[in-house]
């Protein structure tokens, strides 16, 4: 099983600033790479794909990078809507694509 | 419209099964495999398994197997998943969400809770 591990847990960020996320996996997943949002009450929201493909009508300041072990979801700019948990996950090693634990982006 | 919809809210007694649905519409329904993923209160994802639509093979994780199954009808383009054996640990959203690879499509969830 492929153990994905995304730091940090929470994290603090004013509205307008930069927000980045990390998540590594403890094997090569290549670009087999995706990051959901989720906000209370609703299901994860696709966002990025092959580590660095934005979903369709996912917002150009959601950024992903990383190939490998080491990813990053960079969100520029953030607006109140942004504020959310967010997953990575790993669809390399089919069929068990394993989710990392989430880092929550609150409001600092 | 593209979209999964999942059965109503259950509440289970320990020991039960429960049986959820996820019907799809808008694709072609074999095109793309099926994935169960759970999230108790407050806590991450946990992937339960996965149907392939076309042929109805399964591959469920090691932490479930023998008290879940997937199954699905062609005919009106709905996958299922049931558990057994049901403890308060079970108390969950459960998830079906389409994969091309990523999950692209998820249902709302279907609440699930264990209370004696």
């Known amino acids: 099983e492929i153990v994905m591990t995304q730091s940090p847990a929470t994290l603090s960020v004013s509205p307008g600033e930069r927000a980045t996320l990390s998540c590594r996996a403890s094997?090569?997943?290549?670009?087999?790479l995706a990051w959901y949002q989720q906000k209370p009450g609703q299901a994860p929201r696709l966002l990025i794909y092959g580590a660095s493909t934005r979903a369709t009508g996912i917002p150009a300041r959601f950024i992903g990078s990383g190939s490998g072990t080491e990813f990053i979801l960079t969100i520029s700019s953030l607006q109140s809507e942004d504020f959310a948990v967010y997953y990575c996950q790993q669809y390399r090693n089919w069929p068990l694509y394993t989710f990392g634990q989430g880092t929550k982006l609150e409001i600092k | 419209q593209v979209q999964l919809v999942q059965s109503g809210a259950e509440v289970k007694k320990p020991g039960a099964s429960v049986k959820v649905s996820c019907k799809a519409s808008?694709?072609?329904?074999?095109?793309?495999?099926m994935h169960w993923v759970r999230q108790a209160p407050g806590q991450g994802l946990e992937w339960l398994g996965i149907i392939d639509p076309s042929g109805g093979t399964t591959s469920y994780a090691q932490k479930f197997q023998g008290r879940v199954t997937m199954t699905r009808d062609m005919s009106t383009s709905t996958v299922y998943m049931q558990l057994s054996s049901l403890t308060s640990e079970d108390t969950a959203v459960y998830y079906c969400?389409?994969?091309?690879?990523?999950?692209?499509?998820w249902g709302r969830g279907t609440l699930v809770t264990v209370s004696s």
């Open positions: 094997q090569s997943v290549s670009s087999d």
């Open positions: 969400a389409r994969s091309p690879g990523y999950f692209d499509l």
């Open positions: 808008g694709y072609t329904f074999n095109n793309y495999y």
